[in-house]
């Protein structure tokens, strides 16, 4: 759903709401274009990291999520694939220059202060404490103290036995997809001497992101398992969300896995990790390549830069007679002023604003509505109309709120 059509048009008849394939309970709230190819993202205070493979890293503000801004830039030595951040430090796995690591202390002007190069293609990063977990195409696992981060130094290594494309960390686990072999674990209790302890044969494995006792592998063949590691030794698939299409990468924050496809964000509950299901999605991501999360939003690369995201929850059930009410098509974005439109088949009987809790905000009126001392989010039209002289009909519709 492009960004226009979100704000001029889509409080559909809720009878063909069945929504459209383009979105589901998510919206495209801000969106900034950097040069280049962008990577991997991570998000730290009120700024979005991004590498960039054709120019390095790119800082950008969030602090306005519907106007992030590229505030800084730094370039780097090789291509830049993936990026962790942990407080003033940006550490990037840069392919063929291996592990960069800048300082971000001053977003406007971030600058490389140390680096270490592994012997093949760097292509993810995971940071814990005071160590880098950088996973090398070719040869496997490096384990890197960051303690100073002027001199980077290699204290661990483990082999692994095909293509390591990305790195997550648990506790003392490293979690690795491994293209051909699926997910690998290993143990990092000692980082000088990093151990594979198990292995899931998870076909196709490109992303890895891990939290608790799961690891949350993205397939190129069906969507995203969850692996049990409670016994790391024998990590056992529980679960899988078939999305239909390849998962390149994904983010875990709070009970939601955010995962992107070539062309679609896609939201899904693990608040039941056996049990994970798409709960929202996005189409028309263009090329996507990376994701994080906080609490409130989705920070997407692809081929057009960063877009922000919004998942605003499934929210209140449409009810079945939305095709009773007004066939004009009216925003679902408001500012200030609520416009109800009375149908002119059906009569009226009640209407009131709730809020995402489903508590009733306010009654509403035919015509204009004040909504400007309301907070800004997503709210629910519920709308009572008569239908005959013996029975009324009740829909319902969201509308989003803004400044």
């Known amino acids: 759903m ?45 700024y979005a990291f991004v590498a960039n493979v054709d120019s390095g890293l790119y800082v950008i503000s969030v ?40 300082s971000v202390a001053d977003p406007a002007h971030p600058s490389e202060v140390g680096h270490y190069d592994t012997p093949g293609l760097a292509t993810s990063v995971a940071v814990n ?7 090398d ?27 390591a494309y990305s790195v997550a960390v648990t506790g003392h686990l490293a979690c690795i997809a491994d293209y051909i072999h699926g997910l690998r674990v ?17 076909l196709g494995a490109i992303s890895v992101t891990a939290s608790g006792n799961y690891a949350y592998v993205g397939s190129f063949e069906d969507g995203l398992y969850v692996i049990s590691l409670a016994d790391s030794a024998h990590p056992v698939q529980v679960g899988r969300c078939n999305t239909h299409e390849w998962v390149g990468s994904a983010a875990i924050y709070n009970n939601y896995a955010y995962a992107i496809g ?29 994701v994080a999360a906080d609490a409130d939003y989705a920070y997407v690369t692809s081929d057009s830069g960063l877009g922000v995201y919004q998942f605003y929850g499934a929210g209140i059930e449409e009810r079945k007679y939305a095709e009773l009410r007004a066939t004009e098509c ?66 319902t519709r969201k509308v989003i709120i803004t400044r």
């Open 2 to 46: 492009k960004a226009s059509s979100i704000v001029y048009c889509l409080v559909v008849l809720l009878v063909s709401a069945a929504q459209a394939d383009d979105s589901l309970n998510v919206r495209l709230v801000g969106s900034c274009h950097a040069p280049g190819r962008a990577g991997g993202v991570a998000k730290e205070g009120n």
């Open 63 to 102: 602090a306005d999520p519907a106007h992030p801004t590229v505030v800084g830039h730094a370039d780097t030595p090789g291509r830049a694939w993936a990026v962790a951040v942990s407080g003033n430090y940006a550490y990037v796995a840069d392919q063929t220059a291996g592990l960069r690591v800048i």
């Open 129 to 135: 404490g005071n160590y880098a977990y950088v996973t």
């Open 137 to 163: 195409v070719d040869s496997g696992l490096w384990v890197i103290s960051i303690s100073d981060q002027a001199h980077p130094t290699k204290v661990g290594h483990c082999e692994l036995p095909d293509t």
């Open 186 to 202: 290993v143990s990092v209790a000692d980082p000088a001497n990093p151990v594979e302890v198990g292995h899931d044969d998870t």
């Open 262 to 290: 070539y062309s679609r964000l896609y939201v899904i509950s693990v608040s039941d990790p056996p049990h994970a299901d798409t709960v929202g999605h996005y189409l028309w991501l263009h090329a996507a390549v990376g």
């Open 330 to 395: 009216e925003p679902t974005v408001v500012r200030g002023v609520l416009f109800l439109a009375e149908a002119t088949s059906l009569k009226l009987q009640a209407a009131s604003l709730l809020d995402i809790s489903g508590r009733k905000v306010m009654d509403l009126h035919p015509g204009a509505n004040g909504v400007s001392m309301l907070a800004p989010g997503v709210y629910f039209v519920m709308e009572r109309s008569a239908v005959s002289g013996e029975r009324s009909a009740t829909s």
